[in-house]
């Protein structure tokens, strides 16, 4: 298994709160991801980082912010949580930043009330 | 407007026969794709990979095919078993997109003894 862990596992919040999930990888991988799932739609990027303080926004990136101040840590947070937002979210890391593998935490199981 | 799309939501076989889960692209920039399994409240496992110069990938009991006039690719199981049973969720990137990768709905497979 790619060491990566995700937390929390599992939140419900409020609507209107700040959320920050976190991920952390044991890799040294240079790249990281942040997905969310929904029913009939698979996983889409939210967003992404090929760098300490490189991140870039994937297809919806509306209402997420990301930061990364260290190789190890991915942090995605929901800045005023919505009903919207409520999915799973799975961390994602990559060794290059062509033609690999890219390898899955166990996600994030966030509810929004 | 979904760039990768796995046209089955199901799938059920019998154990012992063969499994063979489809996916279709529209973009022709993509050129590596790759299969995952997802379990229930776990993260997506990578199965197996295929790049564009090829049109045949074989691992064990998985093989993956790649037909690009037709911007369409399979996975085949054989033979299939009960522990096979998961959603699979077919995934396309391209060279120099950071290893972003585009996702299917994905095709529940059900393999019953």
């Known amino acids: 298994d790619a060491g990566i862990t995700q937390s929390p596992r599992h939140k419900v919040t409020e609507t209107g709160t700040p959320v920050t999930l976190r991920c952390h990888q044991t890799?040294?991988?240079?790249?990281m991801y942040w997905y969310r799932q929904d029913p009939g739609h698979g996983l889409r990027l939210i967003h992404y980082?090929?760098?300490?303080?490189?991140?870039d926004k994937g297809e919806v990136s509306d209402g997420y912010s990301v930061s990364r101040s260290k190789t190890e840590d991915f942090l995605l947070t929901l800045e005023s949580a919505t009903s919207s937002q409520t999915s799973v979210y799975f961390c994602?890391?990559?060794?290059?930043?062509?033609?690999?593998?890219?390898?899955f935490g166990e996600g994030s199981w966030l509810t929004v009330v | 407007d979904q760039q990768v799309k796995q046209n089955s939501p199901s799938l059920s076989v019998q154990e012992g026969r063969i499994s063979i889960l489809n996916c279709d692209y529209t973009?022709?920039?993509?050129?590596?794709f790759l299969w995952y399994k997802k379990y229930p409240a776990e993260g997506p496992t990578f199965l197996i990979s295929?790049?564009?110069?090829?049109d045949k990938n074989e691992d064990g009991r998985f093989t993956v095919f790649l037909n690009k006039s037709a911007k369409h690719l399979s996975l085949h199981i054989v033979p299939s078993q009960p522990g096979d049973s998961a959603v699979y969720f077919c995934?396309?990137?391209?060279?120099?997109?950071?290893?972003?990768?585009?996702f299917g709905a994905g095709t529940r497979l059900a393999v019953h003894p």
């Open positions: 973009n022709s920039m993509f050129d590596y």
């Open positions: 994602a890391i990559s060794e290059n930043y062509s033609g690999n593998t890219i390898y």
């Open positions: 995934a396309a990137t391209f060279s120099g997109g950071y290893n972003k990768l585009i």
């Open positions: 890799e040294n991988h240079r790249y």
């Open positions: 980082s090929y760098g300490v303080k490189d991140t």
């Open positions: 295929i790049s564009s110069i090829k």
